[in-house]
């Protein structure tokens, strides 16, 4: 191994923990969702806010992001990205003391911008690390650390925030203010903990990445770099490309489906296996995480041999179908294929974001913004599935996901149909 190699090793390791880290942020969301409904006694609309005001903070920050790139290199990216996520976790005590769900909102809010940070500039380097033609295969082999990310993130959730305590709505009319108080106070402070952690673990990452020395595809672009362009002349120019555009409206129902399927499963369990109790619901998230990180590994394995958009679009399929079962079958039956659905959404992300980048060149960093705004489907296409649920059930709520999952099919289809492009490296530093 020489020098730089040997030098790159540690960055390698800090940006791949980082898709672990984002991975318990982004799921925690799955159990605080049905933990404050209890807590404030929320509607499912009003639950979905979580994933609302949470995907909003990607929507928003992703452009500054991909500027703080262009300006300062991926590195001081990451250490911004890295310090708002720790801020808005410790943000989640004071918010549990004042009992106040606008508070919880607004820490969900500032985490989101800091992980639009840490994705925008994580992504698309490790896209630039190897051979373009691999593109998509390295960035789902990283993002295989994700899913483990998502499981301890549930599992942390359903061990050290959800309290078993359920009480019916007779239970809840006939307790006193005092009472009602006490059960909502207990229920929100259990979340102070996990989240004080969450910080700490963060943060102390930050310093880590500040000492350590990255290679120059971290760092901040040469002055007389021929390939610069503004931002502005970087839009102009994405703007022309289709196949990009599509990208990013795939990527926008993608992360609607994922994140709406993710969020209400153990809201679906319940409804559709009478007596189920918070913490049995939460294990069927767990299982589908379980299969989400099962179909990383085998879909990265299995692009080796098929091509990836083809792969993705038969995925597609196959997913349209377990959320028609999930609509319309219930029960048990339903509950396992949403469940499965995990297995054949694991190499969406991914495979959409590396291929949305094709032959982009200086447009990438750019690109990578655009393409981390299209989580903003978590937030839109989330709430719209509790507007079906609170208006007719939450199995209905499904047909949601499986609109999205028609759309990446298209999306892959389409991608499949394009000439197989010549690939240059895509740079890693551009205006």
């Not at 976790?89 to 769900?101: D, I, N, T, V």
């Not at 940070?117 to 960035?139: M, W, Y």
């Not at 309290?163 to 979340?191: I, N, R």
Request: net charge neutral; glycine share 8%; charged share 10%.
């Amino acid at each position: 191994m020489n020098q730089k190699s040997g030098t790159a090793l540690a960055p390698l390791v800090l940006i791949v923990t980082l898709f672990f880290l984002w991975g318990v942020a982004n799921n925690l969301n799955d159990v605080l969702m049905p933990h404050l409904r209890k807590a404030f006694f929320l509607s499912d609309f009003q639950s979905s806010l979580v994933q609302s005001a949470f995907y909003l903070g990607y929507f928003f920050l992703a452009l500054p992001a991909g500027w703080v790139i262009q300006r300062h290199g991926y590195k001081v990216t990451v250490l911004v990205g890295l310090v708002t996520f720790g801020i808005g976790a410790l943000m989640f005590y004071p918010a549990a003391e004042l009992l106040q769900y606008g508070w919880f909102l607004t820490a969900l809010f500032v985490i989101a911008a800091g992980l639009a940070f840490l994705e925008t500039s994580a992504n698309p380097l490790i896209t630039v690390l190897g051979e373009p033609s691999r593109a998509e295969q390295r960035l789902n082999l990283a993002q295989a650390f994700n899913p483990l990310g998502a499981i301890t993130g549930v599992l942390v959730g359903r061990e050290f925030i959800l309290s078993g305590v359920e009480p019916t709505q007779a239970e809840l009319a006939a307790m006193s203010q005092a009472q009602l108080t006490a059960f909502q106070t207990a229920e929100a402070q259990s979340v102070q903990t996990p989240y004080l952690i969450v910080a700490a673990v963060v943060l102390v990452w930050a310093a880590l990445v500040a000492i350590t020395k990255f290679p120059p595809q971290a760092q901040a672009p040469a002055p007389d770099d021929p390939d610069q362009l503004s931002m502005r002349q970087s839009i102009a120019a994405l703007a022309t490309r289709r196949h990009f555009i599509f990208g990013v409206v795939a990527q926008f129902f993608y992360v609607g489906a994922q994140v709406g399927v993710w969020s209400f499963m153990i809201r679906y369990a319940q409804a559709e296996v009478p007596g189920m109790g918070e913490k049995t619901a939460a294990g069927y998230l767990t299982a589908s995480l379980v299969c989400f990180m099962i179909g990383r590994f085998v879909g990265t394995a299995l692009m080796s041999r098929f091509s990836p958009t083809r792969l993705m679009a038969s995925f597609a399929a196959i997913n349209i179908c377990l959320t028609l079962i999930a609509a319309f079958a219930g029960g048990s039956p339903g509950l396992y294929a949403l469940v499965a659905t995990s297995l054949f959404m694991s190499i969406m992300f991914p495979t959409i974001f590396a291929n949305s980048l094709r032959e982009l060149g200086p447009l990438t960093k750019a690109a990578s913004s655009f393409l981390v705004m299209a989580i903003i489907g978590g937030a839109v296409l989330t709430a719209i599935m509790g507007m079906v649920s609170d208006a007719s059930a939450i199995n209905y709520a499904i047909l949601v996901p499986t609109v999205c999952f028609a759309v990446i099919g298209w999306f892959a289809w389409s991608a499949g149909r394009l000439p197989a492009p010549a690939l240059q490296p895509m740079p890693a530093v551009a205006h």
